[in-house]
C-alpha cells in the first residue's frame, strides 16, 4: 500500500456510555447508548483520512489480547494500513471509556499503559510506510522521545512533519524545530507557551511565538470560540459555524486529518484551514469520536465557513 499519510498515535478501544445524568457515589444511572468501536487517537485520526479517501497507514501499539486483535481487525476493515501496528506480548490494549451526560459533557477513564505506548524501535519499524507518505501525522501524547524519533525519520524521508499536541518540554525545542506544521487545542497552546487562549488575539500572539520557533502552519483553537490559522504571510480565524454540538470528542482528529489532506491537495493555508474547521464541526454533531466524515461532506461543509482576519 503507498501510504499518502502515517499517523503515529494510540490506538485502542472506545467505549462510549450515554446518560441522562452521571450518579453520584452510591448511585445509579442508566445508560441510553452504549457503543464499543476502535479508538485512540492515533486510530480516530487514520480513520478520518480513510474516509477523506487518503491511503493511510497506522503506527501504534496493541496488546496481545482479544481486543487488540478486534482493534485490529477494525482498522483493517475501515482500509487503514496496519502493518506497522505492534502488538505487544503480554500487554493490555488500551482502553479509553467516555461518559457523556445529557448536557453533552464528557468525561474520560483511562487505561493506556505504558506498555501500549510506542517506542523508538516501534517507531524506526515503520520507516518503509514513512518512506511512501507524504505527511507524518506524530500525536504527542506518545513518550517525548518516541516522538522525535518519528519526526526525525519524517524529515529524513522527506515527508511534511505534522505534530498534534504539546511537546513536553525536554523535547520541545527540538520538536518544533523539525514541524512543519503544528495544532494545538486552547490548553496545549497554554502549555507551550505560557500564555492563556481566551480570545482571537490571545492565539495569533501564541501562534507569532511559536512561528519563530519552527513551524510553518500553526493551527490554534480558541475554545468555544473558533480555531485561527496561521503562517508567516497572514493568518485567518474561523469562528465556530453553529454547528448543534453533541460531543467535541474527536473534533481536533477529525480536523487535523481533513487540514493535512488539504495540504497534500496543494491547497493553500487559508483554504486547507477552511475544509479543516468543516470536518471538526461535522465530528462535533455526532456522540463519540469515532469520524463520519467523507470527502464530499466535508466540502460541503467548508462552502460555509467563512473566516476573518484578527482585529
Same mark, same amino acid.
Given at each position: ?9 494510540? !490506538? ?11 450518579? =453520584? ?24 483520512? /480513510? ?5 493511510? @497507514?497506522?503506527?501504534? !501499539? ?38 457523556? =451526560? ?6 474520560? $477513564? ?67 524545530? $523539525? ?12 502549555? $507551550? ?8 488575539? =490571545? ?15 500553526? @493551527? ?12 508567516? #504571510? ?28 488539504? $495540504? ?14 468543516? /470536518?471538526?464541526?461535522?465530528?462535533? #454533531? ?26
Amino acid at each position: 500500500m503507498a501510504a499518502a499519510a502515517v499517523v503515529f498515535g494510540p !490506538v485502542g478501544r472506545d467505549l462510549l456510555l450515554c446518560v441522562d445524568d452521571v450518579p =453520584d457515589a452510591g448511585e445509579s444511572a442508566g445508560v441510553w447508548q452504549r457503543r464499543e468501536v476502535l479508538g485512540g487517537k492515533g486510530a480516530n485520526q487514520a480513520v478520518a483520512f /480513510a474516509r477523506l479517501g487518503v491511503e493511510v @497507514a497506522l503506527v501504534g !501499539v496493541v496488546g496481545d489480547d482479544s481486543a487488540g486483535a478486534d482493534a485490529l481487525a477494525q482498522a483493517e476493515a475501515d482500509g487503514i494500513d496496519v502493518s506497522c501496528v505492534v502488538r505487544r506480548a503480554g500487554a493490555s490494549t488500551g482502553l479509553i471509556v467516555e461518559v457523556l =451526560d445529557g448536557e453533552n459533557r464528557w468525561r474520560y $477513564l483511562q487505561d493506556t499503559p505504558a506498555s501500549v505506548q510506542l517506542d523508538g524501535a516501534d517507531v524506526l519499524g515503520a520507516r518503509d510506510v514513512v518512506e511512501r507518505a507524504a505527511s507524518v501525522v506524530v500525536q504527542l501524547q506518545q513518550p517525548a522521545e518516541s516522538a522525535l524519533t518519528a519526526a526525525r525519520l519524517a524529515r529524513e524521508v522527506g515527508c511534511r512533519v505534522v505534530l498534534d499536541g504539546a511537546p513536553e518540554a525536554e523535547h520541545r525545542r527540538d520538536l518544533l524545530e $523539525l514541524a512543519h506544521v503544528l495544532r494545538a487545542d486552547g490548553h496545549e497552546a497554554e502549555l $507551550l507557551t505560557g500564555t492563556s487562549i481566551r480570545g482571537e488575539t =490571545d492565539a495569533l500572539h501564541a501562534a507569532g511565538n511559536l512561528l519563530g520557533q519552527g513551524p510553518r502552519l500553526v @493551527a490554534l483553537a480558541v475554545e468555544g470560540v473558533g480555531n485561527l490559522f496561521a503562517w508567516s #504571510e497572514g493568518h485567518v480565524f474561523y469562528p465556530l459555524d453553529g454547528a448543534e454540538a453533541r460531543d467535541t470528542t474527536g473534533a481536533g482528529d477529525a480536523l487535523v486529518a481533513a487540514l493535512v489532506t488539504a $495540504l497534500d491537495e496543494g491547497l493553500d493555508a487559508a483554504e486547507a484551514g477552511r475544509w479543516a474547521v468543516a /470536518a471538526a464541526s461535522l465530528a462535533v #454533531e455526532h456522540e463519540g469520536g469515532r469520524p463520519r466524515l467523507t470527502y464530499e461532506s466535508v466540502r460541503t461543509r467548508a462552502d460555509r465557513q467563512r473566516g476573518r482576519p484578527v482585529g
